[in-house]
């Protein structure tokens, strides 16, 4: 793995996260917590999977997500009688780094961005969300474990969940995958060469189209594929309730990992509508799944590697 906190997108928060680092390394017992969402599985995950590769103590705890709490009632959660609080908070504001300030607590929240892209190298701002964070907090935490090179290729899914992919392309989204695919983590590929993508994921997308599509991929060249793939994603561009850059994504985009044949994106709208709605089963549900996700590697339980 190539350090995170080496590329441009974490040039100002870079100190931030090595202090965050030391005092874990520090603590007796570390205490993490996080909501009991999808995001805060992604971020919790990383976490546990370096304390599990770097031999620290930790313990587990789901917070209630922003919509199982009253609108005016404010999240607290207590600094340990002994050991060290380390907080996921995706559902915050972003930050800008200034306006943070020491606490007892380590609390991971977004933190605004920039990212030098292009052949020009021109400047563009976003966003670290909590998941990219907590990765490279594990790949400093535990940077040769097993585990935590078995999270790695999940580490942009928090940025896929947000909002800022529904309005426009995220700079931070596309450095950290570029990295991902530089590195080796993750492969990228279009739609048609994916074995095993979820259903219903676009759409308008016909589905026995893109079957056919797939079968022909491999005899394509360039210009055919480019023109077969804009043929088939035409009739999509009509609904708006996919934004063009998540489209294009999902189009020419997709994250495949060692031999699973099921994309990341894939298995996060699969993980996605499995999600239960009341407290107590969201919970027992989120710390199931983070259980089979570290023993897998895989946010489908169901998923198995082909060889």
Request: a negative charge; one cysteine or more.
């Amino acid at each position: 793995m190539r350090s995170l906190l080496e590329t441009s997108f974490f040039d100002e928060s870079k100190d931030r996260l090595m202090k965050q680092v030391a005092r874990i390394q520090s603590a007796t017992m570390i205490h993490l917590h996080a909501p009991s969402t999808l995001i805060g599985i992604l971020a919790l995950g990383q976490l546990e999977a370096a304390c599990l590769d770097a031999g620290l103590k930790y313990r587990r705890r789901f917070y209630p997500a922003g919509h199982h709490r009253p609108r005016d009632e404010q999240l607290t959660i207590p600094a340990p009688a002994t050991g060290l609080g380390v907080v996921v908070l995706p559902e915050e504001e972003t930050w800008q780094l200034g306006d943070l300030k020491e606490e007892d607590l380590v609390r991971i929240v977004p933190l605004a961005a920039q990212v030098q892209l292009g052949a020009q190298n021109r400047i563009h701002h976003g966003a670290l969300d909590c998941v990219i964070q907590a990765s490279a907090l594990a790949s400093c935490l535990a940077p040769n474990g097993r585990r935590v090179r078995q999270m790695r290729p999940f580490s942009s899914l928090g940025l896929w969940l947000r909002d800022s992919l529904d309005a426009t392309i995220d700079p931070i989204y596309t450095a950290v995958n570029m990295h991902l695919k530089e590195e080796g983590s993750v492969r990228m590929v279009a739609l048609p060469e994916v074995k095993a993508p979820q259903p219903n994921m676009i759409p308008g997308l016909a589905e026995r189209r893109l079957k056919k599509l797939h079968g022909a991929w491999a005899r394509m060249d360039v210009e055919q594929r480019t023109q077969a793939l804009s043929e088939l994603a035409l009739p999509c561009l009509t609904d708006m309730t996919l934004s063009t850059p998540r489209l294009e994504e999902l189009l020419w985009h997709r994250m495949l990992v060692g031999d699973v044949e099921v994309d990341l994106a894939s298995q996060v709208f699969a993980a996605q509508h499995t999600w239960p709605e009341g407290l107590n089963e969201e919970r027992l549900h989120a710390s199931k799944l983070i259980d089979k996700w570290l023993q897998t590697g895989h946010l489908d339980v169901e998923l198995e590697a082909t060889g």
